[in-house]
């Protein structure tokens, strides 16, 4: 089946640690993104990658950091710079292009939880 | 700039009722996309729709249907005869064409409770 799977679904972390989620996608998508949600909140976009080995930041990139060596896998780090990592993690993809409105496919989620 | 603006934070309706979810928008494009996502409570989202802004042709989708009005900049999702498995957060989204990256405005999500 073809989808977007992250892993892990849940996730815990000491103060300090950096932590890395991951996201693989089989769609052939060009653009991936990541999103973050806190409790009441929309969902706020952290980086987006369209093409593989570019990607650029989004609206809270701070503390964040991600690669994209594969088309299908665009693994987010989160960083002992990110002062309030607790939150839930979603990963995106869309086919690509600029300016035609592709709608987003979300996988599953990571909740990540810092001790 | 772009903006979703979904007032009802939180609606609670018994089951079989018909609900309406509000959603607005701002763009200053004339070219532009609308979307609804379903987020039930296992967290990943659903992709429900999407409208350009050449198409204000009403949509039906089973006990689903959606209202696009240019004139009102309103997106607004009803559904009919409501039932407990429609409980969930509602995400109205919004992209237009001067967003080069196919990046999508998410509004702060309406939680929609379905009683039984």
């Known amino acids: 089946d073809g989808g977007i799977t992250q892993s892990p679904k849940y996730l815990f972390r000491k103060e300090g640690q950096n932590v890395t989620l991951s996201c693989e996608q089989n769609?052939?998508?060009?653009?991936m993104y990541w999103y973050r949600q806190d409790p009441g909140q929309g969902l706020r976009l952290i980086y987006y990658s369209q093409i593989v080995n570019d990607f650029q930041k989004g609206d809270i990139a701070e503390g964040y950091s991600v690669s994209r060596e594969k088309k299908e896998s665009f693994p987010l780090t989160v960083t002992s710079a990110q002062k309030n990592p607790t939150a839930f993690y979603l990963c995106?993809?869309?086919?690509?292009?600029?300016?035609?409105?592709?709608?987003?496919?979300f996988g599953p989620g990571t909740r990540l939880t810092v001790l | 700039a772009q903006k979703v603006t979904q007032a009802q934070t939180e609606i609670s309706v018994v089951e079989k009722e018909d609900v309406t979810l509000d959603c607005v928008y701002e763009t200053r494009d004339t070219t532009y996309y609308l979307f609804w996502y379903k987020q039930p409570p296992s967290g990943e989202l659903v992709f429900l729709i999407r409208r350009n802004s050449f198409d204000e042709q009403n949509e039906i989708s089973g006990r689903y249907s959606w209202n696009f009005q240019k004139s009102t900049s309103s997106f607004n999702f009803t559904i009919t005869a409501s039932q407990v498995v429609d409980s969930a957060v509602y995400f109205c989204a919004l992209s237009d064409d001067l967003n080069r990256d196919d990046k999508i405005i998410f509004g702060k999500g309406t939680r929609l409770h379905i009683l039984p």
């Open positions: 769609l052939n998508h060009d653009a």
């Open positions: 995106a993809s869309s086919i690509a292009f600029a300016g035609v409105g592709n709608e987003q496919f």
